[in-house]
């Protein structure tokens, strides 16, 4: 079993539209989650941090549920500039994390 | 705040060839990673520094890479013969330890003719 598992979609939706994104992950040590997001060609870069008790930067909102053990995350009024690969990310509970495989979105006009 | 720093940013080579790949970490920063990410796919841990100590290298190649990071500061990746199948972006990035989270550079684009 992988470590951490995404849908690798695509995910196609119209400018406007609510998306949500899961991420599994199998050791229920894990302590830290995060969500990046890569551009085409580009590097990773760090989205948000998954707490605890949820967390949310403007139209963005990442959660955790530790008993089913995935972290979500939510983009609302989806605009053409959020389309991208969404990489979540996990900690093992030590030093080592682990790297979904990406979702792919595309924002249509 | 200066970013994570690598060069070069492409290298073409042919296969049995060697090459080196070297990475800068943000300032301060304790940990520093080495990952291959090949196309439509996640980033895969190379191995992992802490400090100039390996923490992880469990799937890194042995037979054909390698890597150090001397002084605890800057690092080099090194593949020597390489693959068709090395063909990739090789991306370093560094955290403060190994539980926060990571900044990526930008990158070496490896293409193995």
């Known amino acids: 079993r992988k470590e951490v598992e995404q849908d690798p979609g695509p995910f196609n939706v119209p400018e406007g539209a609510t998306v949500a994104f899961n991420c599994t992950y199998s050791?229920?040590?894990?302590?830290?989650f995060f969500w990046y997001r890569q551009d085409c060609r580009k590097e990773p870069k760090l989205l948000m941090s998954v707490y605890s008790s949820g967390n949310e930067d403007g139209r963005f909102t990442a959660q955790l549920n530790r008993a089913s053990q995935y972290i979500s995350l939510l983009i609302r009024d989806s605009k053409l500039s959020d389309s991208a690969t969404y990489l979540c990310?996990?900690?093992?509970?030590?030093?080592?994390?682990?790297f979904g495989t990406g979702t792919s979105l595309t924002v249509i006009p | 705040e200066a970013g994570v720093a690598q060069s070069p940013r492409y290298k073409i080579i042919e296969k049995r060839q060697s090459v080196a790949f070297w990475c800068n970490p943000i300032s301060g920063h304790a940990t520093l990673y080495w990952y291959q990410q090949i196309l439509g796919q996640g980033p895969k841990l190379l191995i992992q520094f802490q400090n100039n100590g390996v923490v992880d290298d469990s799937q890194l190649p042995k037979d054909r890479f390698s890597a150090e990071r001397l002084k605890g500061v800057d690092s080099t990746l090194k593949i020597q013969p390489a693959k068709l199948e090395d063909s990739a972006v090789y991306l370093c990035?560094?955290?403060?330890?190994?539980?926060?989270?990571?900044?990526f550079g930008p990158g070496t684009r490896l293409t193995v003719t």
């Open positions: 990310a996990v900690n093992d509970g030590g030093n080592q994390f682990y």
């Open positions: 050791n229920s040590a894990s302590q830290s």
């Open positions: 990035a560094s955290s403060w330890d190994g539980a926060y989270e990571q900044y």
